[in-house]
């Protein structure tokens, strides 16, 4: 994919359990340079920070020496929104127009391959960062995963985690491979176990007169993932080193349902609901 192909597209750490450390939060108003201020994430961030009193500049097609230039003078924080696949050539172009003290930071939905191209192509400080929410977010649920770079130190992390808190964010912070493990899990066998259901369901018509209202609620549920953003969830899932043992892990539980013990099953699954708190269900 090229820079443009992903533009147009979208246009060693901590452990999970830290917190920040709030006698290093960074406060105060900072420069951040934003490539990829037209796609939908980049604008909603744009708008966010500048809300918050911070100064943005942004970047997009034609992404040329002066536009980065411009952009990275005196910007404390340089932040990626762009596919994953763009970020090789977009890095070979941005970094040469950085200074070494300045944190670059992307919005990628994994973690382990992105982190290692952004430590690889600048020598500065590296945090990554998952908004865990899209371009229409709901106010009462904007997480963020925070995925320090080994050379990001306890200043550069607690500023990328100010910006967030200043547009009302909740970060946690974890390592890029439990990061990738939970999407592989959240995200990619989500997307997987409704592509092959359906999949196997596809062309036989003689089903249709049996649709029940269960079913009719999973296939409403399933449409936008399945068609607009197939193409998204499909690289996602490919794209994520750690997607294949999510779907070895579910393809044991279907082990366990064809020899026929899926009260096992039901009582597995029955611990969502279990330990389900009233901040849970204001989400639902």
């Not at 796609?39 to 097609?61: F, K, N, P, Q, Y």
């Not at 970094?95 to 930071?105: I, T």
């Not at 994994?110 to 709901?138: C, D, S, W």
């Not at 579910?250 to 009233?278: C, H, K």
């Amino acid at each position: 994919m090229t820079t443009a192909d992903g533009l147009n597209a979208e246009r060693k750490a901590l452990p999970l359990s830290l917190t920040p450390n709030m006698s290093t939060v960074v406060r105060g108003t900072h420069r951040i340079a934003l490539v990829g201020s037209r796609g939908r994430m980049g604008a909603m961030l744009c708008e966010r920070w500048s809300e918050a009193g911070h100064t943005v500049a942004g970047i997009d097609l034609p992404l040329t020496d002066d536009a980065f230039a411009s952009a990275l003078d005196g910007a404390d924080a340089a932040v990626l929104c762009i596919p994953a696949g763009a970020l090789p050539e977009t890095l070979h172009r941005l970094v040469p127009h950085m200074d070494g003290r300045q944190v670059l930071m992307d919005i990628t939905s994994v973690k382990i391959r992105p982190l290692e191209q952004m430590e690889a192509a600048y020598t500065g400080p590296v945090v990554g960062t998952h908004p865990l929410f899209g371009p229409q977010p709901n106010a009462t649920d904007l997480r963020v995963c925070i995925t320090p770079g080994s050379r990001a130190g306890e200043t550069e992390i607690a500023l990328v985690e100010s910006l967030f808190h200043d547009m009302g964010c909740t970060v946690f912070r974890s390592t890029a491979e439990e990061h990738d493990r939970a999407s592989a899990a959240i995200q990619g066998l989500n997307f997987i176990t409704n592509v092959a259901y359906f999949a196997t369901l596809a062309h036989r018509e003689e089903l249709l007169p049996y649709l029940t209202p269960s079913f009719r609620r999973r296939l409403d549920a399933a449409r936008k993932m399945l068609t607009e953003d197939a193409a998204l969830f499909e690289w996602l899932f490919e794209a994520n080193p750690l997607s294949t043992e999510a779907v070895r892990r579910y393809r044991s539980f279907l082990n366990v349902a064809a020899g026929g013990d899926v009260n096992i099953l039901v009582r597995q699954a029955a611990w969502w609901w279990e330990r389900e708190t009233p901040a849970d269900k204001k989400l639902i």
